[in-house]
Structures are given as C-alpha cells and as structure tokens.
T-cell receptor
Framework: DGGITQSPKYLFRKEGQNVTLSCEQN?????MYWYRQDPGQGLRLIYYSQIVNDFQKGDIAEGYSVSREKKESFPLTVTSAQKNPTAFYLC????????????FGQGTRLTVV | RKEVEQDPGPFNVPEGATVAFNCTYSNSASQSFFWYRQDCRKEPKLLMSVYSSGNEDGRFTAQLNRASQYISLLIRDSKLSDSATYLCVVNLNTDKLIFGTGTRLQVFP
C-alpha cells in the first residue's frame, strides 16, 4: 500500500539533545513538508522540499534542520537550539504540480523532559 | 495579513443543523484549494478539493470565490461524527501548501 510513514509515534528527548524524526513516502511525490502543531493551534510550516537535494525554510525554521538526499525521505532534526520543541510534528507529501491533495503521516508527538 | 485566515470557532451546533465556514486567502495567485478534516490528536485528512465551479459531496458543499478571495464549506444535516477541526488549505503555484489555523466544530445531540 502506498502512503507516508512517520516514526516514531511518540518521542521523548532530554533538554539539550538533538533528535531526528523520520518521514518516508512511497507515493513518488516530489514535494514534502514538515509542519508543527501545538495544542489547539493550526499547522505551521517548518521546512518544505520540492525536489531532491533542495529545500526551503518555512515560517518557523529556526532550531530545525532537514535533508532531502532521496525522493522518498525527508528527515527533520530538532536541534538543541529549538527553545520550545514539545509539539506534534506532521510530515506531508504532494505531487510537484501542486494541484492534488497532500497526504499526511500519522505524526510524531515529541516531548522534551 | 495572514496568508490564510479562518474563524477558529468553536461552532457549537445541534444535530441536523446546517453550518458554514469561510476561509480567506491573501495571494491572488493561489492555484488550488482544499478542505481538510482533523480529529483530535490525529493527522489531517482530505475532506474535499474546491473547484472553481463549486462542488458537492453528499452533505458537504465547497465553493470558491476568486474575486473576493475566499472559499467556503457548507455542512448540511450535521451529525455527531462531524465534530472535528476543519482546515482550509491553499496551494500556491510554487507547491507551498498553506494551512489555515482551522475551525472547530462541535455537534451536540
């Protein structure tokens, strides 16, 4: 079955540690996105990538980094520079043409302890 | 001005009611429009795309008004299971998806 997979579902991190969230898709989509959602809030764009080896900052990129070495994969690293990393992180993908829906992974709930 | 704006609600309506949400967008170059539904602590899922001519799917009707730069979602005969957050999504021709903050709907018996 085609889809988009995020792992892990729940993640706990100590303050000061970097952590990487995985996002893999087998939909052959060119575009991939990372969003952050805080309780009772909407989705805020962290980074997005339209093609392999290229990505752009979204609205809240500070304290995060990404890579796009393969079309299928778009991992997000939450660095120690991110001051308030506890949130729900959602990865999505869509076709390059952008006229079709985006598909979401099930999300990773990150908690800093 | 935010790129995509929605009334956060909540909208509290009884079963069987008709409810409408609006969403405004700031960039006239926006190409594609969608409504997503998000249940509590879950990922968003596509409810319906919004076409220029308007489209209907059962109890749900979506409309696009390019001149005034807004899209709308109408839900008729509300069910308890319609309770969720409804997200407006706009896709610029650069493939950047912009989400509204969502409108929360609570349907009560």
């Amino acid at each position: 079955d085609g889809g988009i997979t995020q792992s892990p579902k729940y993640l706990f991190r100590k303050e000061g540690q970097n952590v990487t969230l995985s996002c893999e898709q087998n939909l052959n989509h060119d575009a991939m996105y990372w969003y952050r959602q805080d309780p009772g809030q909407g989705l805020r764009l962290i980074y997005y990538s339209q093609i392999v080896n290229d990505f752009q900052k979204g609205d809240i990129a500070e304290g995060y980094s990404v890579s796009r070495e393969k079309k299928e994969s778009f991992p997000l690293t939450v660095t120690s520079a991110q001051k308030n990393p506890t949130a729900f992180y959602l990865c999505a993908s869509s076709t390059h043409q952008g006229d079709t829906e985006a598909f979401f992974g099930q999300g990773t709930r990150l908690t800093v302890v | 001005r935010k790129e995509v704006e929605q009334d956060p609600g909540p909208f509290n309506v009884p079963e069987g009611a008709t409810v409408a949400f609006n969403c405004t967008y700031s960039n006239s170059a926006s190409q594609s429009f969608f409504w997503y539904r998000q249940d509590c602590r879950k990922e968003p899922k596509l409810l319906m795309s919004v076409y220029s001519s308007g489209n209907e799917d059962g109890r749900f009707t979506a409309q696009l008004n390019r001149a005034s730069q807004y899209i709308s979602l109408l839900i008729r005969d509300s069910k308890l299971s319609d309770s969720a957050t409804y997200l407006c999504v706009v896709n610029l021709n650069t493939d950047k998806l912009i989400f509204g903050t969502g409108t929360r709907l609570q349907v009560f018996p």
